[in-house]
């Protein structure tokens, strides 16, 4: 049955595998959390049509029907969001045929100002997305992680403490000798700092794993579910380094100016 992730995250032609009632006043109406255009930031919506508005009778089947759910913002009351589905004729699944305003293609900002000049490879890969194009979304994730790793471990050398430094600075250098993406996450990936490593887990050795699969053996459904989950490790390491860096900048700057009110009152 639509659920909330479904709503706020499949993109279009997506098939969500589900059980979905026998009729269509039974399909259940979750509230969902998106951004509202009016207030500026998420908010809550609540569905406030029937899905069985247009037909005979409110218990039509629900067997390969199509449908409208109508979803209003409850603080504002003036942001509407519609999104159009498709039942399974089998009741075992559902697909977003339409959805208004369109899924978003907006890169996240911290990931886009990493990427630089390769941010068009992002927003390629989020179309891709939005279509449910899995092996071309990937295909344009993965050249991110080939293109950009270098700079990546460059900002990450930055956050490693001056004890371990060292040792990360020579495995860089042998990273930057060679051209596959493949080795060089797995030459650094025990290197990185604990503020990357949430849990314990390695970012990089997850991506060094799904970049194992290669484009050619896996569906395009299966490639789709790879391509969102690199592309929100990928967001993740950008707005924790760019986080990590903020902070250092602005610890160096206070302690800059705390040494030249002391260096004035000496």
Known sequence: ????????????????????????DDVPKPQIN?????????????????YWHGKSHSNF?????????????????NFTRWFYLIFDDDRSGVRKVGQFPSWSIKPDQDISKMLGSHKDY???????????YGIGAFSYYRRIVEEVIDNLLDDIESLIS???????????????????????IELVKDLLPSVLRPNGMNPLALLHSILSE??????????LELAVEV????????SQVAAASNASRAFSV?????????AKSD
């Open 1 to 24: 049955m639509p659920t909330e992730h479904f709503l706020e995250t499949f993109p279009l032609y997506r098939r969500l595998s589900c059980t979905i009632p026998a009729t269509l």
């Open 34 to 50: 998106m951004k509202c255009g009016t207030c500026g930031d998420r908010r809550t919506f609540v569905m406030t049509n029937e």
């Open 61 to 77: 089947p629900s067997s390969g029907e199509s449908v409208a759910a109508k979803y209003d913002c409850v603080s504002c009351g």
């Open 122 to 132: 992002l927003s390629k890969g989020l179309i891709c997305e939005s279509q449910s």
């Open 162 to 184: 001056e004890g371990e430094r060292g040792s990360y600075s020579a495995a860089l250098a042998e990273v930057k000798e060679t051209r596959v993406a493949a080795e060089k």
């Open 214 to 223: 290669g484009l050619h053996s896996q569906t395009d459904e299966q490639c």
């Open 231 to 238: 592309r929100e490790i990928l967001t993740f390491l950008a």
């Open 254 to 262: 206070r302690m800059r100016s705390l040494l030249d009110k002391k």
